[in-house]
């Protein structure tokens, strides 16, 4: 049966599919009314449908049944946050994005840094991309994907996100909670926000990926936590500088190894979104 993404689905009723959609339907398959099909909103939600109008612009389903929920078991949000230095070649970021997706991607953010070639991204070419994965791999879970900023203005942003959070815990602790109970910048407790691509409730392990000898690596799937979240910062194609490191290390990443094989950027950045579902997987 064929999965279509409806962002603004609900649980019943009619929903409208994008003018994409539509014409994939339409046009491309050539669906009928009263054809079943399948929907997702991308956010965990999973529904059977049927087609009440068919038109090339804008498409229209009957939902008749839910099959999945956000946040029930075997239904959450993937874990991994990739943020990488997109490749010179946009081929390979896209080979990335889709790949990823496929395996249990959760979130990609783009960073610009010192030895980085690219300067922009076509960020509507990415989303498409991601909802074409989502769609082909059966997720129910449309990933996050963050536009280009420079490494210094992602690290600032976390830096941000982290303090609001914690002020807020801290203002819910109880009066004799101590600084032992106040959340980790290494393994923190998160939670969930507006945005797609955070979980609830869920530790978060940071990572930072690269080749250099500034500091002693450990083995990145020996650190993940399969019941965390992981973020991994991936570099460019001639790697983070040595100043890039001390700040993603002064930030609470830690700096891991993804094997003795030298890694291209993109391969770097699969393997390390594949780990924690090859982990959770093993572990179940």
């Known amino acids: 049966m064929f999965l279509f993404y409806a962002p603004e689905m609900g649980e019943s009723g009619i929903c409208s599919l994008s003018p994409e959609e539509s014409f994939h339907c339409a046009k491309v398959l050539r669906m009928r009314p009263g ?35 956000p946040d029930e078991e075997g239904n959450t949000r993937p874990s991994v946050h990739i943020v990488m230095a997109p490749t010179k070649n946009m081929d390979r970021t896209e080979w990335f994005l889709e790949k990823a997706i496929e395996v249990g991607l959760g979130r990609a953010s783009f960073v610009q840094c010192a030895r980085s070639e690219r300067k922009s991204l076509k960020m509507e070419r990415l989303e498409a991309i991601a909802v074409s994965a989502m769609k082909q791999s059966l ?33 819910s602790l109880p009066v004799q909670a101590t ?10 407790e998160e939670k969930k926000n507006e945005d797609k691509g955070e979980n609830r409730n869920r530790p978060l392990q940071k990572f930072i990926a690269y080749c250099g000898p500034e500091y002693e690596k450990k083995d990145y799937l020996k650190l993940l936590d399969p019941k965390a979240d992981a973020r ?50 093993r572990s179940s």
Do not use: M
């Open 35 to 69: 054809q079943a099909l399948r929907l997702t909103d991308g956010n965990g939600l999973l529904c059977d449908a049927e087609l009440a109008v068919v038109d090339a612009r804008c498409c229209a389903a009957q939902v008749t049944r839910v099959l999945k929920r």
């Open 139 to 171: 997720h129910t879970y449309l990933p996050r994907i963050d536009g280009l900023c420079s490494l210094e203005t992602f690290l600032d942003k976390e830096a941000r996100d982290f303090a609001s959070r914690s002020e807020k815990s801290e203002a």
């Open 179 to 188: 600084s032992d109970t106040l959340p980790n910048p290494l393994l923190s």
């Open 232 to 281: 991994v910062l991936i570099g460019p194609e001639g790697d983070f500088s040595p100043e890039e490191v001390a700040l993603c290390v002064e930030h609470g990443y830690i700096p891991v190894s993804l094997g003795e094989s030298r890694l291209r950027t993109e391969t770097a950045a699969l393997y390390a979104a594949w780990a924690p579902a090859f982990l959770k997987a």
